[in-house]
């Protein structure tokens, strides 16, 4: 079947079995690189995306569910002014994902700021359930986010000054 | 931001067939037909009888089939391949393949396995064990299970394979790619010199890598000759869960003798793993199980035999290392065991059984500058140990028969161990690790090597930057294939810390003398040598057996929630001695992320973060929060450092154990424990 | 090895997809497609499938662009949430409003990402598994408006499903509204051990409201969810507890965690000796904790 998409806010129209996964649809014939398949299950948040501006894992959706979604991924999300928010914090604390989790990570982040201004560490460690990736410590990965938030905080002060 | 690397699985290539395995729904049976669905044009099956080499996957003497010739040995075992242009088609036709068995034969479990299941078998005896048996009245035993343990997380893999002009070249992330290449020219029968494996980063491993690779590579390469095109092969993540690696189940029975001084005075051991259907590396798992049940304390009188069991499960064998950390645990909370029923503080028990001076190990290996009492002061003081020992054994004693009120259950438990790097059989290290280093005229620096873990490339650059007074912008570390990298040998075992930063500072230090001497580039190539049999005798396993060790020791308090039965964390602390540092954030950084890891095995992968439900108010909700954890590290920059990764698994389950027996009064002797296993051990008291 | 080889091409079969745009046109659809099955976010479907392609119902109506299933309004004396409202989202907007105790058991749904595409309809139709937002609107005394094309009916939550745990729409309705009555309740606790989305056969979920007034329990209510095929109350505990003055006196305590202990004992349904066990601490518990 024929799909439309807005991916990064492009339109796209796709051919595909109703039922193949969205991650795998993005994967094999949008060329979305930034996605990982660890578990089918979504619950490693390695598929996310935002899907009609919320976070969603692209394993659980079928390419029929996606018809005239509008979808950012890793790859949407880096061309944002947002993400510097969280990649200086990543440098200030030496923070460094791996590649595969890295987009994951990051995109979950995202979510979390814009959801919480000053996000408490029960409202991380509750987004990040599921994440299973042990590159990085979750001391260090709790600090980065708070520290995220807090330059969130700051750019947006400044820009409504 | 640096550009994003591309896995496998996401790199499109044009005209690539995709191939998918069909593997085998029983355990046990004789295939006895096959049907597949008509293949279209394009598609390609593969079976064992199209392999033109040996149908094996052999690591040092010992192998297993790469596609099941008929004789089917565990659930899961690969029959065959479908390849063909689009990937729904190829699993169309694998899920509409046919494949019927003879299934009346008797399953190999572990449970109650018999003789002839026993495929190998390894023993350490030392002084007069049987005598001093006979001597005693009082002897303490236990068995202590270590249950099998699936990846917690899955991470491509796969291979992509494809032949033109005469060479076989392989796309693949692997811990061991001329593995792959040696592997590959035996099941295709093409010569190692015409078959190049690019070796691909990988970032965090539980060494699924070592060997799976060298499957998804000869598979793939097999049909990229068959078929002349492009093919890629790529595990889905139920496959790798259910069929790639997962830490074997092992159970050891420990019997002390004490005498009427309270003195051990002799240890009988047998230790039985389960290695699924087909033996690999059984030898380097049964030699580590014993190092690490033999324990590094001082008895005298020691008798340890080890059995690798076949069953019908798929193979099991390397997993985040070769299974020294499961010998630990049973060493540790054995004799934490003893210290209860000899009514002794668990830690001046171990205090009485380490050596003041050169500790030896139990294989007679001399232990020069190390820590070990250190540790053990420092980690029990820091965490208050004694104090709260005592306590809870008070707390325990009042709280017999109540446990039907919610009250306060806490416990605290202690381990010390060490593991080692480097395989111990010393013919595995006769694999080439060798490393090469060029500075060239513009005086960068180039570091060569197979190994391509990310995690060890940033110690390479700071200690060559060291050496040379080069900035870390000059050094490069080179990526690339088996053609223009020397064989690193397998990065296993922290060998890429160990073995491989020491050639990175002789590769160094030998350009260091030529350069200013002689024109660049000045290239310079070091190889390991292993040490003889004099260091290390595997068969008779004594001497030094590992090229470097490393030192930790945890302790463990948690609180047991009495309503749902959950062991809380309260608060972890451990001390480390891993020779050199690096780097000790980067250290820090991994040894927190392996004591989660650890945490996660022997809870079951409970959740960690969760306080007592008690201890909240009725109305209010659950904030969880990570547990209070201290790292500390002992630095000796003098001895070469042993890595931290399989450290945290080695101490932590049994410090747990511990810690959870105290709280709940009831020994509990395996991992991992989890709400259920702790009310069934309540229900049986 | 054998190989009889094999003569048949796949055949090929994709599921048929129905868009309505609004509840009329789902009304039709549904009418002339009994057997289609409703798919609002599908995180129920999608998170049983093992393999990589999902094996779905050969006929589908997605339901998610509807705009008269996703609303949520509010009276002086009820809520009312559409059937195809995502869970984040009636959290976000119903904030203020929701009961506690359905507050606390939907921001329990995880992992988080779920919540922005589960549905209540969905979470609620899910066969042969009461969830946990069930367990809570049961006790809530939650009603359900279910339409067909040319009627609707209001159902008591209840009777959505029979004894067997089977779903009660007919072949050409569908679930559209919930209705929750703006209760008494002064206390509601939610507490949950385990999560059914990663271990369904484990997760143990309960469910207490209490109207307490000048210490003493006008009305209680308890339920206990184990993601099983039915709810469990004890109505004979219930009514042991109401009438009864806060805090209880030991000997109360005692006597109603023992007849809850004889009760959950004896049960036949599906609950392992562990979730028994727990259950019966859990009560134990809260008859202690219960304050004024």
């Known amino acids: 079947m024929k799909i439309n998409i807005n991916l990064n806010g492009k339109d796209l129209l796709l051919d595909s079995p109703p039922e193949t996964r969205l991650v795998d649809l993005l994967k094999s014939s949008a060329k979305v690189q930034s996605l990982r398949t660890s578990c089918y299950k979504g619950i490693c948040r390695g598929c996310s995306i935002f899907f009609n501006g919320d976070l969603v894992s692209s394993c659980l959706i079928p390419a029929f569910q996606a018809r005239d979604a509008e979808i950012i991924t890793f790859e949407g999300l880096k061309k944002l002014e947002e993400i510097n928010d969280i990649l200086r914090s990543f440098d200030d604390l030496e923070f460094d994902p791996c590649d595969f989790c890295r987009p994951g990570k990051i995109m979950t982040i995202h979510s979390i700021l814009e959801s919480y201004s000053d996000p408490e560490d029960y409202q991380i460690l509750e987004a990040f359930e599921g994440i299973n990736c042990s590159c990085t410590s979750k001391s260090t990965l709790l600090e980065s986010v708070k520290r995220s938030a807090q330059y969130r905080r700051r750019r947006r002060r400044a820009r409504n000054i | 931001m640096a550009k994003d690397y591309v896995f496998l699985d996401s790199v499109n290539i044009k005209n690539v067939l995709f191939a998918h395995i069909i593997r085998s729904s029983i355990p046990k049976g004789i295939i006895s037909s096959i049907k597949i669905p008509k293949l279209p044009k394009g598609f390609y099956c593969l079976r064992a009888e199209d392999i033109p080499g040996k149908n094996s996957i052999s690591v040092f003497s010992q192998g297993m089939p790469l596609l099941c010739d008929g004789n089917v040995n565990y659930e899961g075992e690969p029959i065959l391949v479908i390849c063909g242009p689009g990937e729904t088609d190829v699993l169309d036709i694998c899920n509409n393949t046919l494949i019927e068995y003879e299934t009346d034969y008797s399953i190999y479990s572990f449970e109650n396995f018999s003789r002839f299941q026993v495929l190998d078998e390894k023993k350490f005896t030392r002084g007069a064990v049987e005598s001093k048996f006979k001597e005693t009245d009082q002897v303490i035993e236990g068995e202590y299970t270590t249950r099998i343990q699936t990846l917690p997380i899955t991470y491509p893999l796969g291979a992509i394979a494809k032949y033109k002009n005469n060479i076989l070249e392989i796309d693949t992330a692997s811990q061991w790619p001329f593995h792959i290449q040696k592997t590959v020219s035996d099941i295709c029968n093409i010569p190692r010199k015409a078959i190049r494996v690019n070796i691909e980063p990988y970032h965090h491993t539980y060494d699924e890598k070592l060997l799976i690779p060298s499957i998804y590579s000869a598979l793939a390469s097999l049909l990229a000759v068959k078929s002349g095109k492009q093919i890629k092969i790529i595990a889905e993540p139920s496959e790798i869960l259910s069929y790639s690696i997962k830490r074997p189940e092992v159970r050891i029975y420990r019997k002390s003798a004490i005498n009427k001084n309270g003195k051990i005075v002799a240890e009988d051991i047998e230790i039985s793993v389960d290695i699924g259907a087909y033996p690999l590396f059984t030898d380097e798992l049964l030699s580590q199980l014993i190092l690490g049940a033999a324990s590094i304390y001082s008895i005298t009188n020691l008798r340890i035999k080890a059995l690798a069991i076949k069953t019908s499960s798929p193979p099991m064998n390397v997993f985040k290392g070769c299974g020294i950390g499961l010998g630990v645990f049973s060493a540790e909370t054995h004799f934490s065991r003893i210290s209860v029923h000899q009514k002794k503080n668990p830690v001046e028990l171990r205090l009485e059984y380490l050596s003041k001076k050169n500790q030896k190990l139990p294989s007679g290996g001399i232990l020069k500058q190390i820590s070990q009492r250190e540790l053990l002061n420092k980690v029990s003081y820091e965490s208050d140990f004694n104090r709260k020992y005592s306590a809870y054994e008070i707390l325990k004693k009042s709280q017999k028969g109540k446990l039907e009120d919610p009250v306060t259950l806490r416990g605290i438990g202690i381990a010390i161990a060490y593991t080692g790097n480097g395989f111990t059989r010393k013919r595995e290290q006769k694999e080439a690790y060798s490393m090469q280093v060029k500075l060239d005229q513009n005086d960068k620096l180039y570091i060569s090597s197979s190994s391509n873990g990310s995690a060890p490339g940033n110690i390479w650059k700071s200690t060559a930057g060291d050496i040379l007074g080069l900035e870390k912008e000059s050094i490069e570390i080179v990526k690339g294939d088996t053609f223009i990298l020397p064989n690193s040998g397998p990065s296993f075992l922290s060998n890429d810390l160990s073995i491989m930063t020491n050639l990175v500072e002789k590769c160094c230090i030998g350009i260091r003398k030529q350069r200013f001497k002689k024109p660049l580039p000045i290239i310079v190539k070091r190889s390991f040598k292993s040490p003889g049999d004099a260091v290390w005798n595997s068969e008779k396993l004594k001497g030094m057996p590992f090229n470097a060790l490393s030192w930790g020791a945890a302790v463990v308090e948690v609180e ?126 | 090895m054998p190989n009889t080889g094999g003569e048949e091409d796949v055949p090929e079969i994709y599921s048929h997809i129905f868009y309505p745009s609004n ?270």
Request: hydrophobic share 40%; with cysteine; aromatic share 8%.
């Open chain 2, 560 to 685: 047991l929630d009495p309503i749902f039965m959950r062991p809380i964390i309260r608060g972890i602390w451990t001390v480390f001695d891993i020779g050199k540092i690096y780097n000790i954030k980067a250290a820090r950084s991994t040894a927190e992320s392996e004591i989660y890891e650890a945490l996660n095995w022997a809870t079951g992968g409970g959740e960690l973060f969760h306080r007592p439900i008690s201890s909240y108010n009725l109305d209010e909700i659950e904030k969880i929060k990570l547990p209070a954890i201290s790292i500390d590290f002992i630095n000796d920059s003098k001895r070469s450092s042993g890595g931290i990764s399989q450290l945290p698994d080695a101490i932590i389950p049994a410090a747990f154990v511990q810690a959870v027996s105290q709280a709940s009064g009831i020994y509990f002797d395996t991992i991992p424990i989890t709400p259920e296993i702790i009310f069934k051990y309540l229900e049986k008291k």
């Open chain 3, 23 to 292: 509840l009329n046109e789902l009304l039709s659809i549904k009418n002339k497609n009994p057997d289609a099955a409703i798919w609002s976010g599908g995180t129920g479907l999608m998170g049983k499938q093992k393999s990589k392609r999902p094996n779905l119902p050969i006929s589908i109506i997605q339901i998610s662009k509807i705009p008269e299933l996703k609303k949520i309004k509010r009276t002086e004396r009820f809520l009312e949430i559409g059937a195809g409202a995502v869970i984040n989202k009636i959290l976000n907007v119903g904030q203020h409003v929701l009961p506690t105790a359905l507050s606390q058991a939907m921001r329990l749904i995880k992992p988080t990402a779920i919540r922005n595409i589960a549905t209540l309809g969905g979470h609620l139709c899910v066969q042969e598994t009461r969830l946990n937002l069930f367990s809570v609107l049961s006790l809530m005394d939650s009603s359900l408006e279910i339409k067909k094309q040319g009627g609707s009916r209001w159902i008591q939550i209840n009777r959505l499903f029979n004894k067997n745990g089977e779903i009660q729409l007919k072949e050409n309705e569908i679930l559209t509204r919930i209705r929750i009555p703006f209760g008494k309740w002064n206390r509601e606790i939610f507490k949950s051990n385990g999560n059914p989305f990663f271990d369904m056969g484990k997760a143990l979920s309960f469910c207490i409201l209490a109207e307490i007034e000048k210490g003493i329990i006008n009305d209680f209510r308890m339920s206990i969810g184990n993601s099983g095929k039915h709810i469990i109350r004890n109505i004979e505990l219930e009514s042991l507890i109401i009438g009864k003055k806060l805090p209880f006196s030991s000997k109360e305590a005692s006597a109603i965690s023992q007849k809850h202990k004889e009760w959950i004992q004896s049960l036949t349904l599906e609950l392992t000796p562990f979730q028994r066990d727990q259950s019966i601490r859990f009560i134990y518990w809260i008859i202690k904790e219960l304050l004024p």
